[in-house]
């Protein structure tokens, strides 16, 4: 019998000075499969090992962490994404589910091949007629979506907006204007030393009869999702810092 590949979220305080206890985030279930599994495929190694060790420290470990078959993803996955039918293959990778082991797939912060890489993995294991089986935990574009008030019948993960000043301005005018057309949500994320930048950009570039919404911290003690018209944002200090991971959301 093939193994199965399990996909582990990850607690969402990666990279953010204060922690929370594994278990406050991911339920014993999860946690339990998490300890068992000894092949993973990862988005980094290092915090990969680091998850789990957090996971170690409530349910022993199948292996030692130094014995543990850990697998990251090539590096232009990163880069540019995998989740193209041709942009990957990782197939490969998935031997070990083949010769009957399960195997877990681990991002850095929550669920794995969403806003994160993965779905490249995903896919061979479908193709290779594998079981994929989701676990419970974290997502933090679905809390924010949850918290913001916005649509959440109609909504778009957009991921990242882009970098240059003039091309970040034009991209939110048109998911400005598809929020006004449809009514759908749109969601994006940023890497946190830029969120003061999407924040200012967003407030001068957007109608102010447009909501925004963020998500900061999420599952942290001083987390919190706050949405407004930008005409009421306008008034008020700006909600993001350059060291929080954030998700934002616009809609009507």
């Not at 399990?6 to 991911?26: K, M, N, Q, R, S």
């Not at 199948?62 to 990957?88: C, M, N, W, Y």
């Not at 993960?157 to 882009?162: A, D, H, K, M, S």
């Not at 946190?192 to 102010?208: F, I, M, S, T």
Request: a neutral charge; proline letters at 8%.
């Amino acid at each position: 019998m093939p193994g199965r590949l399990y996909l582990v979220p990850a607690p969402l305080d990666f990279g953010c000075d204060e922690t929370v206890p594994i278990a406050d985030v991911l339920p014993a279930a999860t946690l339990a499969v998490a300890a068992r599994l000894v092949h993973w495929i990862c988005e980094n190694a290092k915090s990969a090992r680091a998850t789990l060790k957090r996971v170690g420290e409530v349910q022993p470990l199948a292996l030692p962490l130094q014995q543990q078959r850990i697998t990251e993803l090539p590096r232009e996955v990163h880069k540019k994404g995998d989740h193209q039918p041709s942009s990957f293959d990782a197939r490969p990778l998935l031997q070990a589910a083949v010769e009957g082991e399960d195997m877990g797939l681990l991002s850095e912060a929550g669920m794995p091949a969403v806003a994160d890489p993965g779905s490249s993995v995903v896919r061979a294991a479908h193709e290779l007629g594998l079981e994929v089986v989701p676990l419970v935990g974290p997502v933090s574009l679905l809390l924010t979506l949850a918290a913001s008030g916005l649509n959440g019948q109609n909504f778009a993960f957009v991921g990242y907006l882009p970098q240059e000043a003039a091309a970040r301005a034009q991209r939110l005018r048109e998911l400005e204007a598809l929020v006004l057309r449809t009514g759908q949500t749109q969601m994006f994320i940023e890497t946190p030393y830029r969120n003061e930048a999407v924040w200012q950009a967003l407030l001068q570039g957007l109608k102010p009869q447009t909501r925004v919404a963020v998500g900061m911290g999420l599952t942290l003690p001083g987390a919190n999702c706050r949405c407004a018209s930008v005409a009421t944002w306008k008034h008020r200090g700006a909600p993001v810092k350059n060291d929080t991971p954030a998700v934002f959301a616009i809609g009507a």
